[in-house]
């Protein structure tokens, strides 16, 4: 097995190759959405219909490989291949794992969608199922757990093995991602494509947590504003972005183990406190009821609905949402990848994959199950227009009035609030410090880049949403992903082959399946 070792300790430095690009494609994003918002969001609607009419069924195709590919990790012969030196333990303790694993790859995203998106479903219900229907209330609740359950968590396990391979395995003394890839790569040329993939998924995570923070900033005006009775506005989303962006600057700054770790672990356990509330304080015997049903017609429904592409009607459903989500997935994967990779030293593959996948359902679908149940309590009894507020006031506002109905309303939303501004800030420090270490040069496995750089790219993904904001509307975040995933794809594929290459060359000898024969004595007659 190859090992690429430093004779000599350096300081890490920026890789400008990289930086730049990344920030000059970043900033053409950016200024043109500031000045010309209704143009330049036009223009990214435009780019994601083009590609989800003509590659809905790739996105599709790649998230059932993912699972496929999975599989064979977790249960094929290299399962137990260790990520690190033979007995050497976990690095983090499961509870840190998990914490950190959950927070930073979608605890954001489950606030912004959990209440509001079984609405969505509720009007525009997939199947062909009629709207109102008893049955598009099913649909509605179940249709979140898939497209934030097994395929979704699949996709971002798939690149956290081979980065995790060439870190503790090979033990390459880098953070790049592209450096995953070598497996496959020529050597003539190699460095140049190297650049060339590190630039791609730069753009990728920058596309994947601008669309978060699009997202997530709106929301918190909209709790600000209902908390406290303000008029919402446009200054309280810039002021909201720029006290998020010093807290996130603060927390990547401290770095991995005394920021990003101690929001986690605070993360968790007030999204823990939240779940349980939701299900004693609200209907928790429905709540209980449609999640066990939505489970069953989920399994019953999942080949349906990973290969749904709806060729003959051609609704909208399968590009707006699915396609969309397995963009997001996909968008988001080199962050989540490098930092799934970064803090699974010591474990097994099939524990990295297992654990990803497991826990990561385990917690994307209690939260959606209980807080999409919620919301589907109150519009089928009346007892609150969700569908109404959808409607006049937006996803934004359905999170905060959801929430205010509950028993304590101003108390809860303000708790909400206070785990929607850590959950964000968790999530977006994460991609700052993944972005600033495929950024650095010289960068060890177990070092943090620059704290400049850090703070550099905490400042860079606050523009670029300060950008979306202005055209304020949900198809621009929408598109921003789905424009920033398509690289992505082939450079999966890439990091899929590469371990598949380095896993044959380290250990098929070991592994390699042996031919039973009996003696020839044994088969005369």
Same mark, same amino acid.
């Given at each position: ?189 190699? &460095?140049?494509? $190297?650049? =060339?993939? /590190? *630039?791609? !998924? +730069? @753009?990728? #995570?920058?596309?994947? %947590? ?47 183990? &005394?920021?990003? $770790?101690? =929001?986690? /672990? *605070?993360? !968790? +356990? @007030?999204? #823990?406190?939240?779940? %349980? ?52 997935? =996909? ?195």
């Amino acid at each position: 097995m190859s090992i690429q070792t430093s004779s000599k300790k350096t300081q890490p430095e920026v890789d400008w190759a990289i930086f730049i690009p990344a920030v000059i494609v970043v900033l053409a994003c950016a200024i043109p959405l500031m000045i010309y918002p209704d143009s330049a969001a036009q223009l990214l609607v435009d780019g994601r219909q083009a590609i989800m009419s003509n590659f809905l069924w790739l996105y599709l195709a790649v998230a059932i490989a993912a699972v496929g590919f999975c599989l064979w990790l977790a249960f094929g012969p290299f399962a137990h291949v260790k990520l690190g030196a033979p007995g050497e333990p976990p690095e983090y303790s499961d509870i840190h794992w998990v914490a950190m694993m959950f927070t930073a790859a979608i605890g954001a995203g489950v606030i912004a969608w959990g209440f509001a998106e079984p609405i969505y479903y509720l009007q525009t219900p997939p199947m062909g199922i009629e709207p109102g229907s008893a049955q598009s209330f099913e649909w509605a609740h179940m249709y979140p757990l898939f497209h934030w359950g097994i395929m979704g968590w699949a996709i971002y396990a798939v690149p956290a093995v081979p980065i995790a391979y060439m870190l503790y395995v090979k033990r390459y003394q880098t953070l790049r991602i592209s450096s995953a890839c070598d497996g496959v790569l020529p050597t003539a040329g190699r &460095s140049q494509l $190297k650049t =060339l993939i /590190d *630039i791609f !998924i +730069v @753009l990728g #995570i920058v596309g994947g %947590v601008a669309t978060s923070l699009g997202l997530g900033v709106p929301l918190i005006s909209a709790m600000l504003a209902t908390l406290f009775g303000i008029p919402d506005s446009m200054l309280i989303k810039m002021t909201v972005l720029a006290l998020w962006t010093l807290l996130f600057g603060a927390s990547v700054y401290r770095g991995l183990k &005394s920021g990003i $770790k101690v =929001l986690a /672990d *605070i993360n !968790i +356990v @007030l999204a #823990i406190i939240a779940i %349980v509330f939701v299900l004693i304080a609200g209907p928790g015997v429905f709540i209980l009821d449609l999640t066990l049903n939505s489970l069953g017609l989920m399994f019953s429904n999942f080949i349906a609905a990973a290969t749904w592409t709806d060729p003959i009607e051609n609704s909208s459903f399968p590009d707006d949402w699915t396609g969309f989500y397995w963009a997001w997935w =996909l968008a988001y994967t080199g962050m989540i990848g490098l930092f799934f990779a970064r803090i699974s030293r010591g474990r097994t593959i099939r524990q990295l994959v297992l654990g990803v996948i497991g826990w990561g359902c385990l917690g994307t679908w209690l939260f959606m199950a209980i807080m999409g149940g919620y919301s589907l309590y109150l519009e089928t009894t009346g007892t609150l227009e969700v569908r109404e507020i959808l409607s006049t006031q937006g996803m934004s506002f359905v999170n905060a009035l959801v929430i205010q109905s509950m028993p304590l309303g101003k108390f809860t939303l303000a708790v909400f609030t206070l785990l929607s501004i850590i959950f964000y800030a968790t999530s977006i420090d994460s991609g700052a410090y993944v972005l600033s270490s495929i950024c650095a040069k010289n960068l060890a496995n177990d070092a943090e880049p620059q704290r400049w750089n850090r703070l550099a790219w905490a400042g860079l993904l606050a523009i670029i949403t300060a950008g979306i904001l202005q055209s304020g509307a949900l198809d621009t975040v929408l598109s921003m992903t789905v424009l920033s995933s398509v690289p992505l794809i082939p450079i999966m594929l890439l990091l899929c082959f590469s371990l598949v290459r380095w896993l044959n060359e380290d250990f098929g000898h070991k592994v390699r399946p042996q031919e039973l024969t009996l003696p020839d004595n044994k088969n005369a007659k």
